[in-house]
Structure formats: structure tokens, C-alpha cells
């Protein structure tokens, strides 16, 4: 039976004790007496092992990528090598204190400085920040840069177009930062549409945001001449790095023409994604946006690292301090260890192996950008839904069979969507498997549609009632 | 072979065969040549073996002075505490750590059952009745607090305290800026809100830090009074280690509670991950930003938990999402279940206490040094210390870290009212005996008066 922590409580008992103060000690003596806690604190009181029991067999109704394959597309849900959880967790990477003196950090400061490098060569532009927390972040912080650029140019640009493939996070980023949301269709092909661009493409328009390749999988072929299209009318490129994870080494946001990028360190340098966070989202941005970067940045002087606050048209901080430090330093670890021919290995394996799928995957469910594509894929399961079961019922079924389900319902533009991206560190006999599985489920629905309706039937509970969550919020123990 | 990837060249060959493909080589061949990458120009280092690896980081760790090998009185909302040993071990679950975001609630209770503990306890320790699934950092917090309380009242400015966090003064900066909401600042009179000086105007919120970045506790109530009569939102930001000895928040009116959880057994790694958390009255829970969990049913009437509420956020409401936030601080909000669970609440009126009696007991003792003065007594466990200006702080920190003692944050280019003063910190992890030595260093430093720039 489901028990909440405070369910478990014993009053009385106790985990963790400290020493004692050793001074004798009266805040009466120093604070306002309104202001005093009277009653006790609303804390579960338990033992260690309580404590262990409890959140060690909540871990077991989880899956994860160390347990099971996880081909959720859009996030990049590859294997996190423990090597980098090693690192992060060094006595001399834990405990430093942000406002503790630049010389006596001289070693983070230089792993900062070295993957800000590694990130200009790996996103062909000229200067990153580190600060950004996360994808989303770093798109708030790149539009920022987009509105402030022209702000100081004097120019009025109100607008941001945006495909309707896109992201969810890039028009509400774009909005955070005043910004006017025009969305494009896509094309038959499922690429933007040059000539809808056209039609919107103005004075007022401050930037374009894309992911390349796009939310379907597919690359966006035509990116050199959309790149020019937006440059003769004066707006700039944003790329959403949410899928950097197939170019590596191949091509780059540079290359493509973009001015503006963000990267997600959790999705492409294997960094674990914890449940839904941390991540962290640098951001890459050609010369003559650098001086518009959040400070401070990592920089090199002499041969000794220190922080630079010292960028003229900075749009100020976007975080408290300097980043999601502890995600570098797994990152930094992972192109350490993969270096320049190995981060290549992974964009072409994630490519074979999402191509892989799709090929074997496209005579059972329909496949409605039947073309190569790049790390993941789209699938519908519109035939299936005729036959009784939608995307969502096969996504649950997966669950049966130990497998996380792809990403369901996105992108927006296909119907019963399922997006999926399997990743480079998956090997044929998984990736059989799961054809094996998908075809079978298939077959079930032809056979039994009403099994696999009732899925999931061996998950520590059954469907969930999301309905009734919305309808009478229960959000907290009372 | 290269690490982590499971394919020899057979198998990729194999592979490409079956598919009907002659070389890896096709599978790019839809992205023109001219904007491929010429290897010569993909700069990066050649990959290293896992040992190499290790070797340099523990190199590069090394070139860092850890807290653990020296006395520290940093804190400045970023606070060293001391870490239960459970916690590494259960955040390291790598069910926990190798999950996504819990968008498919069956097989994610484990992490949705978590984060509906934490909201509790982010509740319980605040007198909010609703918490999202955490934010970024406490700055972010506060950001989107405003932003929040902008919705709410649809007015576009900000009252913000001076004596709140440089840090997250910045931050909430740079998103009004985004937002196009103006800002005024409360000034500081004795290390706090100036209460006389508050100006009555169409704000959205006044908000203020309890206990504020220089340490001191602030009138609440009467700024309370303030935000009831302007119909202003009343935000506080707050260390919830302090929740063990003062008042809860709503005690005393507040409508948002926020803050970072880094101190409740997350490690400070150089300022981040850490976590922020944002409570709220129920009446303004549509416009809270970021996750939440919600319990329910499944369909056989068992106990479930899932993500709830979900069109307030970006996936369903795009650019009408209350927030763009996508990936949160999950595993540092883990951590900080597992840290209070653990500690209850005596162990945190302990690591709360401990810390106030050991930082009243520094502060009487510098105050005692001929050339230092803490400057107001009404704190928990951070004091300002003003240096005589006979002296320079900055030449005196510097000598203290010859001695391996980081002493504290100089206040010099964060508050222009606190020249040459420097921010002193004291928690559980300083012993009587590291204080005594600090304290008889700054002794002979000054006795010496070799301070002089």
C-alpha cells in the first residue's frame, strides 16, 4: 500500500542528530519576540533506515535508462557514464563556495573556461555562457540577447517567427522576453515552409527560431537560403540545441548560418536528467552578440582563470552565480573521454540507429515523413486508433514489456504522434527488441485491442486518473 | 570502439545493409556539402581513456581550496551545512538520477511521490498552501515570483527590497527587463528595509528577504501592512533553515514564499545545481510557474500521483504558459526531501540553532577586537562586521586566506551603505574551536596593524 512519509511517522524518533552548540545561547536576547517559532515543526520524525526504506522503494516504481530503454524523443535519453558522476562528486568541485576567492578556484574556473571552448568549436560561433540552467533557459537568455542587440541598434523588432513543429518552450521563451509569436506552417515535406517565411518575414521581425534537425527528425535542407532570407531582412537565426545530438562533428549551428544557439548539456553531454532536472543550457552566440552574454563568463589571462564581468551590453544575470556547476563538470568529463572522434561516432550511431528503427517500424505504423532522418523519428498510430487503441494506449503497453514509451503527441502537427529517439548507446539487440515489441503490439491491437487498452498491467499501479488529479487538486499531504 | 557506444563495424555495416544503405556517409547525404564540417576544423582534443579522465578532474579538483580543508564563514544564501550521508546515497539511486521528467505517471510514481512529499514539506515549513516542483535557484525563484504577482494584480512594477541577495537583485532584473515591468528599491536603514521610506504606489509586489542577505530579520509586519493597504502581492524570500526558529511566512501575511533549498543537504559545488522553490495561497495557484504533482487514483481506486494542472505550462499553453520552464531542479528537490525527512524537526532546530548560538558567539567575540564592529545584533547566523577604516577588509581577507581562513564576502562593490564591511557566516560545520581561531587571527593581524593600504 502507497504510504506518504508523514503516514510513516513515529513521533519521538529521529535520523539524524548534530553536536552540540557548545555556547550557551538566547535569541530572545537578539530578536524581536513577535517573530519567534512557537509551535513545532511539520516534519515527519523518523529513523535512518525509515528514511531509506521509504525513498529506495519509491526509486523501484521509477524507470530510468540504467534499468530500461528509453527512446523518449526530443530527449536525448542516452546512457550517462559514471565516470562523469565521479567527477562531479570530487571533495574539490562540491565543496567550493561561489564567492570564495577567484585564486583559490582556479581549477573550476579553468573547467569552465575549457568547455566554453569546447562548446564555440562544437557550435561553430564565438563566445558561450555557462549560465543558463536548463534548454528553456537558455532560450530566455538568447532572446533576451536578440532584444537587447536590437534595442541598442535602435531598431524596433517585435516579432519572432516560429514553425509550428517547434518546441513548446520556444514561443513561451520568446514570449518571456516581450516578444510577439508568429507561427509558420510546415511544409509537405515537414520542413519550414520558405514561402510562408516569406510572406511573414518584415521589418519587425526580430529572429527566427529552429531546431535543425527538427522536432519530426528530418534536417531542414533548405537552412542556407531561410539563413539568407533572414539575414537580408536584417533578423537573426536562433537554434534550439534541443537535437544537436545528430550533427556532432558533422555540421554545425555556425556552419548553418545561425547567430544565436543554446545547448542542452543533460540531453547531448549525457549529463542524467534527475526526475526532470538539473540540466543546464549554455548559450553560444556569434561576435557580435558576445558582449551581450550574461557575466560573468570564464576567461583566461596570464595563465590564471577568472570571472568576467566585464561585457559592455550585458543583459545582466539569469542565474544567481555561475551555472549549473555540477552539470559541467559531467559534461566537460564526457568530451573528455569521447574527444572529436568519438562525439562524430555518437551523432552517426544515433542517426543509424534511429534510421535503423524506422525503417523496420514504417510497413507496422504509419510513418508520415517517409524520408531519412536524422537522430529520431516520427511515427502516427492513426491506423492503430481506427483499430481500436490510440498512441497513448500504446505507450502504455510499452510499459508491459519494460520499455519507457517515446515521446507521445508531439510534435503537434502529426496526428497520435510518437516520437522516437533511441540514441547511439543503445546496441541491435535492444533496438530488435523493441521491434519485436512494437510489431507484437501491433498484432495485439489487429487480435485484441481491449488487452492492450487495459495496459499497463504490471507497473506498480495502473492507468492513472489525470482527469480527476486536475479536477480536485490534491497537491499536498494534509 | 569508442566509450560507451555499443556497435563494432560489423554490426554498423550489418545494420546499414539491412536498411539498404552503403555507408554511414548516406545517411547525411540530405545536408549539403558546403555546410559540412571539413574535419580539420573539428578542433577538439582526441578522446581519453576513463582513467585519463580521472586523472585530470581530480587534477583540476585539486587546484580548488575546498571548504573541508580550511575555516569558512562564507555564506551569503549559499550556506556550507552539513550533508546526512543517506542523502548521496539514495540521490545516486540511478532510478532516481537516469530518469526524465515524469510525463508517463505509471512508471515514474517513485519520483511523482517525491516531489508530492516535497511540496508538502515546502508547505508545512512556509504556511503556503500550494508549491510547484522547484525552479532553477532561489534567484529564479524570486524572478518568477514577480513575474507571478505581475499576472496576478496586472500591474507592471516591482517594489524590491535593497537588502535582498545582490545576486538575485540581478536576476530579477534582467527578467523584468524581458517583461517589460519597472522596478524601484525599498533603501536600507540599519541593515534593513527602511519601513518609513516605503513608497505607496500601484505595485504588483513588494518583495523582501527574511532574514535578509546581511543577516538581520526584517519588520514584516509592518511591510505586511504595507502590501495590504496598496493591494500589493507580499513576497518573501526565505532560508528555510530559519523556519525552525521564526515565524512561518503566512504568519505574517505573506502571498508567495520563495527561495533556494541549497541549504537543506545540497552541496554548494560552486553555486549550482541547487533548487528554488516558490509557495503560494491557493487563490494564486493558476499562475504558479514549473511542475506540480497532484495525487489521485488509478483505475483500480489505488493511491497515485502525477504531474497536475498541467495548462498552465509550456507543452500545452506554449506562449501563453505562466513560465517557459521545462527541465527543473528535481533531483536537488530530492534531496532536499530526503534532508528534512531525515532530520525532522529536531534536527533542524539543531543545524538552525547550533549555528545562530555559534554566530552570536563570533559576533561578541570580534566585536570585542579593537577595529571591528558587527554592526546590528538582530540576526540568525550571517553578521556584518565593519572594518575600521584605518584598514582595508579586502587586504585583511587576503591575509586570512594565507591562513587558510576565508573569512567572509566583502560588501564593498555589492552595498555602497556598507563600505569596507564584510559578511561573516557561521552553521554547524564551524567548531568553537575554528571560531577561537579566527577570532585570535584577526586579533594579531590587528595587533600588528599591518593593514594599512
Known amino acids: 500500500m502507497t504510504q506518504i512519509i508523514f503516514e510513516k511517522s513515529r513521533p519521538g524518533t529521529r535520523g539524524v542528530k548534530l553536536p552540540d552548540a557548545g555556547v550557551e545561547h538566547n535569541l530572545n536576547k537578539y530578536l524581536p519576540e513577535n517573530l519567534l517559532k512557537e509551535e513545532k515543526l511539520d516534519l515527519p520524525e523518523l529513523t535512518e533506515l525509515d528514511v531509506m526504506r521509504h525513498f529506495i522503494n519509491l526509486s523501484r516504481k521509477n524507470f530510468s535508462v540504467d534499468t530500461v530503454f528509453y527512446p523518449l524523443g526530443s530527449c536525448t535519453m542516452k546512457y550517462n557514464p559514471k565516470i562523469n558522476e565521479y567527477a562531479a562528486s570530487l571533495d574539490g568541485f562540491l565543496n567550493i563556495h561561489p564567492n570564495q576567492d577567484e585564486g583559490t578556484a582556479q581549477g573550476a574556473l579553468q573547467l569552465m573556461y575549457e568547455l566554453q571552448e569546447y562548446l564555440k568549436i562544437i557550435t561553430g560561433l564565438d563566445a558561450v555562457s555557462l549560465q543558463p540552467s536548463a534548454g528553456a533557459h537558455g532560450e530566455f537568455t538568447g532572446m533576451l540577447i536578440v532584444k537587447s542587440y536590437f534595442e541598442k541598434k535602435g531598431e524596433k523588432r517585435t516579432k519572432v517567427i516560429i514553425p509550428d513543429s517547434a518546441h513548446g518552450t520556444n514561443p513561451a521563451s520568446a514570449k518571456m522576453c516581450g516578444f510577439d509569436i508568429v507561427e509558420i506552417k510546415s511544409n509537405s515535406k515537414g520542413l519550414v515552409d520558405i514561402e510562408e517565411l516569406k510572406k511573414v518575414l518584415d521589418n519587425d521581425v526580430a529572429a527566427l527560431m529552429m531546431t535543425n534537425p527538427n522536432t519530426l527528425g528530418l534536417f531542414e535542407e533548405n537552412i542556407q537560403e531561410i539563413s539568407k532570407l533572414m539575414h537580408d531582412a536584417g533578423a537573426l537565426l536562433y537554434y534550439d540545441g534541443a537535437n544537436l545530438n545528430a550533427i556532432m562533428g558533422i555540421t554545425n549551428p555556425g556552419l548553418m548560418g545561425f547567430d544565436v544557439v543554446h545547448v542542452n548539456l543533460h540531453k547531448t553531454f549525457s549529463t542524467p536528467h534527475g526526475g526532470g532536472g538539473p540540466g543546464a543550457g549554455p548559450v553560444a552566440v556569434v561576435e557580435k552578440l558576445a558582449d551581450f552574454l550574461p557575466v560573468p563568463v570564464a576567461a583566461k589571462k596570464n595563465n590564471t582563470y577568472y570571472l568576467n564581468y566585464d561585457l559592455k551590453n550585458t543583459i545582466g544575470k539569469v542565474k544567481a552565480f555561475y551555472g549549473n556547476f555540477g552539470v559541467l563538470v559531467r559534461a566537460y568529463t564526457y568530451i573528455l573521454t569521447m574527444g572529436k572522434e568519438g562525439l562524430k561516432k555518437a551523432s552517426e550511431d544515433a542517426v543509424l540507429n534511429a534510421n535503423y528503427l524506422k525503417e523496420k517500424l514504417k510497413d507496422y505504423y504509419d510513418l508520415p515523413y517517409d524520408r531519412l532522418c536524422m537522430h529520431e523519428f516520427v511515427l502516427s498510430a492513426d491506423k492503430q486508433k481506427h483499430e481500436g487503441v490510440n498512441a497513448l494506449g500504446i505507450a502504455k503497453r510499452l510499459m508491459d514489456f519494460d520499455i519507457h514509451p517515446p515521446t507521445v503527441y508531439f510534435p503537434l502537427i502529426v496526428h497520435e504522434a510518437m516520437m522516437i529517439e533511441p540514441t547511439e548507446t543503445e546496441s541491435k539487440e535492444t533496438l530488435d527488441n523493441f521491434i519485436d515489441v512494437m510489431r507484437k503490439i501491433n498484432t495485439e491491437i489487429q487480435n485484441d485491442p481491449a488487452l492492450v487498452q487495459e495496459s499497463p498491467l504490471k507497473t506498480s499501479v495502473s492507468k492513472v486518473d489525470e482527469t480527476l488529479a486536475a479536477r480536485q487538486p490534491n497537491l499536498r499531504w494534509k | ?453
Open chain 2, 1 to 453: 570502439m569508442y566509450n560507451y557506444l555499443p556497435h563494432t563495424d560489423q554490426i554498423r555495416e550489418e545494420m546499414l545493409k539491412e536498411i539498404g544503405f552503403k555507408s554511414v556517409e548516406d545517411l547525411f547525404s540530405n545536408i549539403n556539402r558546403n555546410i559540412r564540417f571539413d574535419n580539420s576544423n573539428f578542433d577538439l582534443p582526441e578522446g581519453v581513456s576513463e582513467l585519463e579522465a580521472k586523472e585530470k578532474l581530480s587534477e583540476l579538483a585539486s587546484n580548488n581550496l575546498s571548504l573541508s580543508d580550511c575555516l569558512s564563514f562564507l555564506g551569503g544564501g549559499t550556506y556550507y551545512r552539513y550533508v546526512p550521508a543517506c542523502i548521496g546515497t539514495i540521490i545516486e539511486r540511478s532510478e532516481f538520477l537516469t530518469s526524465y521528467t515524469p510525463y508517463q505517471p505509471e512508471v515514474s510514481q517513485g519520483t511523482l511521490q517525491v516531489i508530492y512529499e516535497y511540496q508538502s514539506m515546502i508547505c508545512n515549513l512556509t504556511g503556503m498552501d500550494a508549491a510547484n516542483a522547484s525552479v532553477y535557484d532561489g534567484a529564479t525563484a524570486c524572478a518568477e515570483a514577480v513575474l507571478m504577482a505581475a499576472r496576478i494584480t496586472k500591474r507592471s512594477k516591482a517594489l524590491i527590497a535593497s537588502s535582498i541577495n545582490p545576486e538575485y537583485k540581478e536576476v530579477i532584473k534582467t527578467y523584468c527587463y524581458g517583461e517589460g515591468i519597472d522596478i524601484d528599491y525599498i533603501s536600507l536603514k540599519n541593515g534593513k528595509s527602511d519601513i518609513e521610506n516605503i513608497k505607496q504606489d500601484e505595485y504588483a509586489c513588494i518583495l523582501i528577504q527574511n532574514p535578509n542577505y546581511l543577516g538581520s530579520v526584517e519588520d514584516v509586519f509592518e511591510i505586511s501592512e504595507v502590501c495590504k493597504s496598496s493591494k500589493a502581492k507580499f513576497i518573501v524570500c526565505t532560508d528555510l533553515i530559519s523556519s525552525a526558529i521564526l515565524k512561518r511566512p503566512a504568519s505574517y501575511g505573506a502571498d508567495i514564499v520563495v527561495g533556494d533549498i541549497q541549504s537543506l543537504g545540497l552541496p554548494i559545488a560552486f553555486g549550482g545545481p541547487h533548487g528554488g522553490f516558490i509557495a503560494c495561497r491557493t487563490e494564486y495557484l493558476r499562475q504558479i510557474p514549473g511542475r506540480i504533482a497532484g495525487m489521485t487514483k488509478d483505475l483500480d481506486g489505488k493511491t497515485a500521483f502525477t504531474l497536475t494542472l498541467q495548462t498552465r505550462e509550456q507543452h500545452i499553453r506554449r506562449a501563453k504558459a505562466t513560465s517557459n520552464i521545462c527541465s527543473n531542479q528535481a533531483l536537488m528537490a530530492l534531496a532536499a526531501t530526503v534532508y528534512l525527512s531525515v532530520m525532522g524537526p529536531e534536527g533542524l532546530k539543531e543545524a538552525a540553532t547550533i549555528s545562530s548560538a555559534r554566530a552570536h558567539y563570533l559576533a561578541e567575540k570580534i566585536n570585542k577586537i579593537p577595529g571591528f564592529k558587527v554592526l546590528f545584533n538582530d540576526f540568525l547566523y550571517e553578521f556584518v562586521v565593519k572594518v575600521d577604516d584605518e584598514f582595508s577588509a579586502k587586504d585583511l581577507l587576503n591575509q586570512l586566506k594565507e591562513q587558510n581562513i576565508l573569512a567572509g564576502i566583502p560588501l564593498d562593490d555589492k552595498f555602497d551603505e556598507y563600505k569596507n564591511c564584510i559578511l561573516v557566516c557561521v552553521t554547524e560545520m564551524n567548531h568553537i574551536s575554528g571560531i577561537d581561531k579566527f577570532a585570535a587571527a584577526l586579533e594579531k593581524i590587528t595587533s600588528k596593524c599591518c593593514l594599512r593600504s
